[in-house]
């Protein structure tokens, strides 16, 4: 992303060379600061767009530990982290699942659902009653990675031009560009 | 604290009156309450917080 700067001094040609030199040394400490800030906003962006996908924290941890963007201290690299049932349910193949009893997580949300049909399905099964029986749940995908990096993408944008604005005020002693 | 355990091979539910719910517990699984039901064949309680000691200064006369 260029950025194209004009510098005034006011004669003194030492100042100027040696704001540039405080700039190009600001400039690398800046850029890393600028990802880490975009890092929670990217954190907080794909947590928000689960709950919009319909995701509820029913069993899991996605928001909170499931989620995570964490930035090395020294490098430059950052890393999000999505738990791997939040990697699947962005992405998995639509696929009936039956009512078992082995399936408690399944269940014990079942016997919680809004549909009295599946109520009455988990009720059942968790009462004892075969699972052959009953018809199974179908399930899709919630997509909300790709949701979430789209809506914090854009915002990288101002946080380095703010990052960049106070490394350059910083290296000039904070007179005016 | 409490950490109420359920002991039946099937899901279990108890009311808990602080939160105003049902809270669905799974098999062999656990939950930790403020207001655990009471104890019986199926719930097995367990009681979390430990007991305050108080700190005690030893004073050495010479």
């Known amino acids: ?177 | 604290m409490f950490k109420v355990t359920n002991k039946a091979k099937d899901v279990r539910k108890f009311r808990d009156n602080q939160k105003g719910k049902d809270i669905y517990v799974n098999p062999k699984g656990f939950v930790i309450t403020n207001r655990p039901p009471e104890a019986n064949p199926v719930w097995k309680i367990e009681l979390l917080e430990k007991p305050k000691v108080k700190k005690t200064i030893e004073v050495n006369e010479q």
Not at chain 1, 50 to 56: F, M, N, S
């Open chain 1, 1 to 177: 992303m260029p950025y194209i700067m004009r510098i005034t001094s006011d004669g003194d040609f030492m100042k100027a060379i040696n704001a540039l030199k405080g700039l190009r040394n600001m400039l690398p400490k800046m850029e890393k600061e600028a990802m880490r800030e975009w890092g929670k906003v990217l954190e907080r962006d794909i947590k928000r767009s689960a709950v919009t996908a319909g995701i509820k924290d029913f069993t899991g941890n996605l928001q909170n530990r499931g989620i995570r963007y964490e930035q090395s201290k020294t490098g430059k690299i950052g890393k999000l982290f999505i738990a791997q049932y939040g990697v699947y349910l962005d992405a998995m193949a639509p696929h009936p699942v039956y009512f078992k009893q082995s399936r408690g997580n399944l269940l014990r949300w079942g016997m919680q659902a809004s549909n009295a049909s599946v109520r009455r399905k988990a009720n059942k099964v968790n009462d004892g009653e075969s699972w052959k029986g009953f018809s199974p749940l179908y399930v899709r995908p919630h997509p909300f990675i790709r949701a979430g990096f789209k809506r914090a993408r854009p915002k990288l944008n101002r946080i380095i031009r703010k990052k960049t604005t106070q490394a350059l005020m910083q290296s000039i002693g904070g007179t005016n560009v």
